[in-house]
């Protein structure tokens, strides 16, 4: 369930549930500091999907991914123009804008719901629809209870009533997108982190690292983070982008990496350390997952 007390909320220092604690998390980077990064690291401004905007660093290569994977759908999403800001579910800016390098061309709707699990969620739901493997699009709630795409679409709706849902057939069929927006503005609201983290796997080896699988602290609050793109060198060490949506609900997008601005916005990343440090939280443990 999205919601918390207040009491806790105040405990915690940064995480997905709170924007105004995240948005102070890291201070304004150098203007001087951000030129360097431009100077070390290519990007093609006038490029609409994440690989053709962030060529490898040099000396490294895009790995190539299968055609229908869900990694290929990632990497060629299409982004926003260069310099777009991350804008809430309201249609406002958030506070902070220094720790991105690129928006999602994808709407964030208009109601508090697409947040950090719910990103990943959304773009893993849209590529399963584009790819029309419609049996696989399912999730659960938070409480454990799963809901399909495909129940949703023949008119079974889920009823909440405190931790208990039941579920009964009250509409016609509609497999349109705007009935799919539904759905997934349902799962939404009643999943997060916590059944998130319980329908991956985790990733045990770095080789097996790749773009799609996820970074994850579940919790209420927690917070996720996926691979939007991976490149390797020729002694097969690898560099990555990282996305993310937020709280409040708004505009998933590419961060920055500010605590290594030759390489920014990529990261290097190891399964085995003991936290990972990402543009606005920290993970620790390090926990990465992939579906």
Not at 103 to 130: H, P, S
Not at 143 to 165: C, H, I, P, Q
Not at 177 to 189: H, K, P
């Amino acid at each position: 369930m999205k919601k918390i007390s207040f009491l806790f909320v105040l405990t915690i220092i940064i995480s997905c549930q709170k924007e105004k604690f995240g948005d102070i998390l890291l201070a304004e980077p150098d203007k001087y500091e951000q030129q360097n990064i431009q100077n070390n690291i290519k990007i093609n401004k006038d490029k609409n999907t994440i690989k053709k905007r962030f060529p490898a660093p040099k000396g490294y290569d895009w790995i190539e991914e299968k055609p229908d994977s869900f990694g290929h759908f990632i990497e060629n999403f299409k982004l926003k123009p260069f310099g777009s800001p991350i804008i809430k579910y309201d249609g406002h800016p958030i506070a902070t804008q220094n720790l991105h390098e690129a928006v999602f061309d994808i709407d964030t709707g208009n109601k508090d719901l697409q947040q950090c699990a719910d990103a990943i969620i959304r773009l893993r739901a849209e590529y399963l629809f584009k790819i029309k493997k419609f049996n696989e699009i399912k999730f659960h709630f938070t409480s454990g209870d799963l809901v399909s795409w495909n129940d949703y679409k023949n008119g079974v709706r889920a009823f909440v009533n405190g931790n208990s849902v039941s579920f009964r057939k009250i509409a016609e069929f509609d497999d349109s997108y705007q009935n799919f927006r539904n759905y997934l503005d349902l799962i939404f609201n009643y999943a997060g982190t916590i059944s998130l983290h319980q329908e991956t796997k985790p990733v045990t080896k770095n080789s097996d690292l790749k773009t799609g699988d996820i970074l994850i602290t579940p919790g209420s609050p927690g917070h996720v983070i996926f691979i939007a793109g991976t490149t390797v060198s020729k002694d097969g060490k690898k560099l990555y982008l990282l996305g993310e949506g937020f709280t409040p609900a708004q505009s998933i997008h590419i961060l920055s990496n500010p605590f290594n601005r030759f390489i920014s916005p990529w990261y290097d990343l190891d399964i085995h350390a003991k936290e990972t440090q990402t543009a606005r939280y920290y993970f620790k443990p390090t926990n990465f997952r992939h579906f």
